[in-house]
């Protein structure tokens, strides 16, 4: 996960019988971020499962928000989409879990946007 918020992967690995490690990802770049926090309605408030595509020039970058990734790991749930030095992203949608997909308007750059679910 983001440990420190600057936009890059940082990772905290457990030892058996020692203390956690955790490497920083401490790089000076110029390249931008935009961040994500899903909120899904009723049961799934972790919107554990949505999958969010960003439209970025002639491609399209996709990420499922999910608890782990494999065997006894754990991933934050806010995911990162990682940008060029213009950071740009023409359009951003959410498809949620129970199908629905959501146009997402007025994300930021370098930082955090709480996306909610439409009702």
Do not use: C
């Given at each position: 996960?983001?440990?420190?918020?600057?936009?890059?992967?940082?990772?905290?690995?457990?030892?058996?019988?020692?203390?956690?490690?955790?490497?920083?990802?401490?790089?000076?770049?110029?390249?931008?971020?935009?961040?994500?926090?899903?909120?899904?309605?009723?049961?799934?408030?972790?919107?554990?499962?949505a999958l969010v595509r960003a439209r970025v020039g002639a491609g399209t970058r996709t990420?499922?928000?999910?608890?782990?990734?494999?065997?006894?790991?754990?991933?934050?749930?806010?995911?990162?989409?990682?940008?060029?030095?213009?950071?740009?992203?023409?359009?951003?949608?959410?498809?949620?879990?129970?199908?629905?997909?959501?146009?997402?308007?007025?994300?930021?750059?370098?930082?955090?946007?709480?996306?909610?679910?439409?009702?």
């Open positions: 996960g983001d440990l420190d918020g600057d936009g890059d992967a940082d990772v905290v690995l457990t030892q058996s019988g020692g203390r956690p490690l955790v490497l920083r990802n401490d790089q000076q770049l110029t390249h931008h971020f935009s961040r994500l926090k899903l909120v899904g309605s009723k049961g799934n408030r972790e919107a554990i499962g990420q499922q928000v999910m608890p782990s990734r494999g065997y006894l790991s754990a991933s934050e749930l806010p995911i990162t989409f990682g940008l060029d030095a213009a950071g740009a992203i023409d359009s951003l949608e959410v498809v949620w879990p129970d199908g629905k997909t959501q146009k997402i308007k007025g994300w930021k750059k370098d930082a955090v946007t709480v996306v909610e679910e439409a009702r």
